[in-house]
């Protein structure tokens, strides 16, 4: 019935590379321009009060969005909610019981909460130092051809990344900076839980494991520009895992873009919108517990997909010290290899304290 959407076939190295190629690719086009430092005023402040007060207003959502002056410590708390639903196949939606006549066991929703902790140091005023760990928690809803439904969960510590943020190009109010992330594999990728139409404890599909067992790279390159009350802002990144964890497959390697704009309402508060638009392939290799003709969500050839998703935020600044953020995000259009959990809505909200 389901027809998968197979991309074409290319070695792990090549397409390493050619993401890499994409997200770096105006960094060659700005190789030999000399930096020229900022010396205009903005949103009546100097410019070196702007880099610590303005400078540093990026959406909530949005990962490495600014550097950080010499000595200059950010601590920050984000949580995040993900809804997940329902399934789709390419653009279509598809129903449970269209799922249920090819597999023995639908998914039909999911919840994803994410606590994450982040700290950036600025080593120099060209170069900022970052780390960013994470405690996942996922529950899915199931039903079966019986018409028996059940829940299965799972918590723990994700990845964890260690980069650096590195200035490319500054001239008045324009910046570019370039990043560079390591993924450490700290998160589990064997979680089990009870499941009833097995009536034992097993192995859980991908979509519940808490992170990718694998060591891996996630390379940014973010543009940011400000004029009176209004600031904007581009960032394209990638995901890029780089082995085989210890279970016999690979995530699929994914690549982001995010477009946003801030307007300053009235000081201390400020409103944003934001377009982003991600794209992510399907798994290779995979994990020997699972079976995919019993559930799709442990095909790995169901995993892929591309998704633009429309965000509406918030950010309190009483102090050029602190920041309050909140941002509510709608996907607006996906287009997945299923059938596979669509994505509905999405919450983050964060605290960010600079010192």
Not at 73 to 86: A, D, V
Not at 123 to 141: C, F, H, K, P, R
Request: proline share 5%; charged share 15%; aromatic share 8%.
């Amino acid at each position: 019935m389901f027809q998968n959407v197979h991309i074409i076939k290319q070695t792990n190295l090549m397409k390493k590379i050619t993401l890499l190629s994409i997200l770096f690719s105006p960094i060659v086009a700005l190789a030999g321009t000399e930096p020229i430092q900022c010396g205009n005023t903005h949103f009546g402040h100097t410019d070196h009060n702007h880099h610590n007060h303005e400078n540093h207003l990026t959406p909530i959502g949005v990962m490495g969005g600014h550097l950080h002056e010499q000595g200059e410590f950010m601590l920050s708390y984000r949580y995040m909610f993900m809804n997940m639903q329902p399934n789709f196949n390419g653009t279509d939606e598809v129903s449970i019981s269209d799922v249920l006549a090819d597999y023995m066991v639908s998914p039909v929703d999911m919840q994803m909460e994410m606590h994450m902790i982040g700290i950036m140091y600025g080593l120099t005023d060209s170069i900022t130092l970052l780390g960013m760990t994470n405690l996942v928690s996922l529950e899915m809803l199931h039903e079966t051809r019986m018409g028996n439904r059940f829940t299965t969960n799972s918590e723990g510590l994700g990845d964890t990344t260690i980069g650096a943020l590195f200035n490319i190009y500054e001239r008045g109010s324009h910046r570019i900076h370039g990043g560079l992330s390591v993924v450490l594999p700290t998160a589990e990728t064997n979680e089990e839980d009870f499941i009833p139409a097995v009536g034992r404890n097993a192995t859980l599909p991908y979509p519940m494991q808490l992170g990718s067992g694998s060591w891996g790279l996630r390379p940014s390159l973010t543009y940011t520009g400000h004029a009176d009350a209004f600031s904007w802002g581009a960032q394209v990144s990638g995901n890029i895992n780089l082995d085989e964890n210890s279970n016999g497959y690979t995530l699929g390697d994914s690549l982001t873009s995010n477009l946003w704009g801030i307007y300053r309402i009235a000081n201390p508060l400020y409103t944003s919108l934001r377009l982003q638009s991600s794209s992510w392939t399907n798994i290779e290799g995979q994990h020997d517990l699972l079976l995919p003709l019993s559930i799709p969500t442990a095909d790995p050839n169901l995993r892929g997909g591309n998704r633009i998703d429309a965000f509406w935020g918030l950010n309190y600044k009483p102090a050029s010290s602190v920041t309050l953020s909140a941002e509510i995000g709608k996907t607006i259009w996906q287009d997945l290899d299923g059938p596979q959990l669509g994505t509905d809505w999405n919450l983050t909200v964060g605290l960010q304290a600079t010192f």
